[in-house]
C-alpha cells in the first residue's frame, strides 16, 4: 500500500472517531439546475438587481438541497454558473462578486456573517448547508484586489476567479477552488499561474474538486487522483453536448471508468445553449444520469455510492494491439475531419470483419459482426493521433467505430442521432501510448451504455450483442504529457484559424 493512502486513512480515522463512524458509503446528490439568465436588456447592473437574480436561482437550489437531503444525500453538488447565470465580458461581473476567504480562516458564514465584508451568497450556502445538514458544492465569482501599478493586476483593480465553494453540514466553508482551464468565452475570468490541488475529507472519504474542462488536463486532475488519492471527484459544469467524442454524460462516465474514482457531476440545463448532462459515476459503471434536450426541467438525482471505491483491475491499453499483426491492409482508406480532427477511416463493408486503421503512431483494431448489413446505413473504423484543437489545445489519440450521419462518407463524424443496426459482437482496441484511456459507449437515440467489458489487454469487447442499435463505441486516450505543443507552430497557428472558425460557430449559436 502507498504511504499516502495510509496518511488518508490516519486523517479519515481521526476525522470519523472524533464525530461519527465512518461511512462505508453515502448517498450523492446532483442537481442539474435551469438556470435563470436575465435577457441581454435586464441584465444586472448593481449589487442588488444581481442579488436578486441570484437569490432567484438559489431559490430553486435550495428547493433541491432541501429534497437531497429529506433523502438521505450526504452532499449535493450544483452547476458552474448555477447561481450567477453566464456573463458577457469583465465588467458585468462586477455586481457579482464577493471576496471568498481561504478556507483555513476556519469560517461557518451563517453563524458569523459580517466577518469578510458583503457576503451575502457565501451567507446564504452556508445556512443552506448547516440547516438542511448536508455538504453543498455550489460555483459563483470571488474577487481579490490587486495593486493596480503592478503589470499582471488587471485595470480594475482586482482578479475574479470563476470558484467552487464546499461547507461542510455544519456550514464552514471547507474547500475554495480557482478553475483553471477557461473556455474560448471565458475572457472575463483570472487564473493562477500555480495549480491549486483542492480537496476535502468527509466520513465518507476524500474528494478532490475540478470545474468544466478541468477534467480534460493532468493537472491539477490526475494529481487528485493519483498522488492525493481523492475517492471522489466533484465537477460542477456547464457542458455543451459535444458529439461525438465529449458528449458529457459518455466522456464522464468514461473518465470515472478509466480514472477509477468516483465522479460526480452537475451541469446546467440550458437548452438553447446545448447544455444538459449530469451524472453520478463510478469505476464500475454510471449510477444515475440525466440529459434531456426536450425539457426545460432541472433535475435532481441521487444514488448510494461505495466511500473508497475499489478500482478495477489495472489495464495495459496497448498491450493487445502491439501483440498482434495488422489486419488485412486492402480496405480502401478516407480522411474527414471530426470537429475539426482529420480522422483516418475505414468502412465497414460487410456483415463481418477485421480492420486495422493506423495514423501516425496509433493503430486501431477492430472486429466486429453486426445483425445485419443493411444498405442505408455505413459505419467505419477511425483512428486520430494529434493535436485536438476545437476549444483547446490537447493531444489525443481516439480509435472510433462510428456510424456515419448519412451514407456519404464525408459525413463521418458529424452528429448522427440514430441509428437501425445491432452488433452481434465488437472488439476494439489500439496502440496507444497512454494509459489514460477513456472507453465510450453510444447507442441510437444518444442513449449512453455500457456494454461491453474493459480487458486487461486493452480491448474493449462486446460477446452477447447491443440492446440497441450502435452510434458510437470509442477509446479516447489523452497523452498529457504532450501537452505543451513548442515545435509545433504549423499546428498553432492552424489551431488558431480553427479556433476563430470555432468561435464564429459558437457566437451564432449562444445567446450571450
Ligand atoms: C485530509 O487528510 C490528509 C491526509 O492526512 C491531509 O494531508 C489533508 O491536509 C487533509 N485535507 C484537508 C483539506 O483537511
Ligand atoms: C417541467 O416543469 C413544468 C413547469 O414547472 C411542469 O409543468 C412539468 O410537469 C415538468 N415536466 C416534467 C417532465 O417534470
Ligand atoms: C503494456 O504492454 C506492452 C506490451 O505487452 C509492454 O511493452 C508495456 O511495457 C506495458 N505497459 C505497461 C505500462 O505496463
Ligand atoms: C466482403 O465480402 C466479400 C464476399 O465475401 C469478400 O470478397 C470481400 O473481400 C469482403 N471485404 C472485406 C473488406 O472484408
Ligand atoms: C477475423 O479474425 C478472426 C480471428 O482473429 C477470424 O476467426 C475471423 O474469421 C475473421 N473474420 C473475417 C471476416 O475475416
Ligand atoms: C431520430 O429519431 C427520432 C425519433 O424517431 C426523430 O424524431 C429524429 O428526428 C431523428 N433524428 C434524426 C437526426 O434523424
Redo the contacts with the bound molecule.
Keep these: 500500500m502507498l504511504p499516502s493512502k495510509w496518511?488518508?486513512y490516519?486523517?479519515?480515522f481521526a476525522l470519523c472517531a472524533f464525530k461519527t463512524t465512518c461511512l462505508d458509503t453515502f448517498i450523492a446528490a446532483v442537481y442539474e439546475h435551469a438556470v435563470i439568465i436575465p435577457s441581454e436588456d435586464l441584465k444586472p447592473v448593481n449589487q442588488e438587481q444581481a442579488l436578486n437574480l441570484m437569490n432567484r436561482n438559489m431559490d430553486i437550489l435550495e428547493q433541491a438541497i432541501i429534497s437531497a437531503a429529506n433523502q438521505g444525500a450526504h452532499i449535493i453538488v450544483t452547476p458552474e454558473y448555477g447561481i450567477s447565470g453566464f456573463f458577457s465580458d469583465r465588467l458585468s461581473i462586477y455586481p457579482f462578486l464577493e471576496d471568498i476567504p481561504h478556507?483555513q480562516v476556519n469560517w461557518t458564514p451563517c453563524t458569523d456573517n459580517n466577518r469578510f465584508g458583503r457576503t451575502p451568497v457565501q451567507e446564504r450556502l452556508s445556512c443552506m448547508a448547516r440547516s438542511n445538514s448536508i455538504y453543498v458544492v455550489a460555483n459563483m465569482v470571488d474577487r481579490k484586489a490587486c495593486d493596480p501599478t503592478v503589470a499582471k493586476c488587471p485595470p480594475n483593480g482586482y482578479y475574479q476567479y470563476n470558484t467552487n465553494v464546499v461547507y461542510d453540514s455544519e456550514g464552514k466553508l471547507?474547500?475554495r477552488y480557482y478553475k483553471k482551464y477557461m473556455l474560448m468565452k471565458e475572457f472575463q475570468f483570472d487564473t493562477l499561474l500555480d495549480t491549486e490541488l483542492v480537496?476535502?475529507?468527509t466520513t465518507f472519504g476524500?474528494f478532490g474538486i475540478l470545474t468544466g474542462f478541468d477534467i480534460l488536463f493532468h493537472d491539477p486532475a490526475v494529481i487528485l487522483v493519483e498522488k492525493l488519492q481523492v475517492d471522489t471527484i466533484v465537477l460542477p459544469v456547464a457542458w455543451m453536448i459535444n458529439l461525438p467524442h465529449l458528449y458529457p454524460t459518455a466522456f464522464h462516465a468514461a473518465w470515472a471508468m478509466g480514472m477509477r474514482v468516483n465522479l460526480l457531476v452537475a451541469n446546467i440545463h440550458n437548452t438553447v445553449n446545448q447544455m444538459t448532462g449530469s451524472g453520478i459515476y463510478t469505476p464500475e459503471s454510471p449510477k444515475a444520469y440525466y440529459l434531456d434536450m426536450n425539457s426545460e426541467n432541472g433535475t435532481l438525482l441521487l444514488s448510494q455510492l461505495d466511500s473508497h471505491p475499489k478500482p478495477p483491475p489495472p489495464v495495459n491499453w496497448s498491450s493487445y494491439a502491439n501483440s498482434i499483426e495488422p489486419f488485412s491492409t486492402e480496405q480502401n482508406e478516407f480522411k474527414t475531419s471530426v470537429v475539426f480532427d482529420k480522422f483516418t477511416f475505414k468502412e465497414l463493408i460487410n456483415e463481418t470483419g477485421n480492420y486495422t486503421v493506423c495514423q501516425n503512431t496509433l493503430c486501431c483494431y477492430l472486429s466486429y459482426k453486426m445483425s445485419e448489413k443493411r444498405a442505408d446505413e455505413v459505419y467505419v473504423l477511425g483512428a486520430f493521433d494529434g493535436l485536438h484543437i476545437a476549444e483547446e489545445d490537447y493531444y489525443v489519440q481516439i480509435c472510433t467505430l462510428l456510424k456515419c450521419l448519412t451514407t456519404m462518407l464525408e459525413t463521418c463524424g458529424q452528429p448522427a442521432e440514430n441509428a437501425s443496426t445491432l452488433f452481434d459482437m465488437f472488439s476494439l482496441s489500439g496502440t496507444f501510448d497512454s494509459q489514460y484511456v477513456f472507453p465510450e459507449m453510444l447507442l441510437s437515440g444518444n442513449q449512453i451504455a455500457w456494454e461491453f467489458e474493459v480487458l486487461n489487454d486493452g480491448r474493449i469487447v462486446n460477446k452477447n450483442g447491443t440492446s440497441g442499435p450502435l452510434l458510437m463505441v470509442t477509446l479516447f486516450g489523452r497523452q498529457y504529457e504532450k501537452n505543451k505543443p513548442k515545435n509545433a507552430s504549423v499546428d498553432l497557428e492552424y489551431a488558431l484559424l480553427m479556433r476563430i472558425i470555432t468561435m464564429v460557430f459558437v457566437l451564432y449559436s449562444a445567446v450571450w
Aim: a positive charge; hydrophobic letters at 50%.
Design positions: 496518511q488518508n490516519v486523517a479519515i478556507p471547507v474547500a480537496t476535502f475529507n476524500k
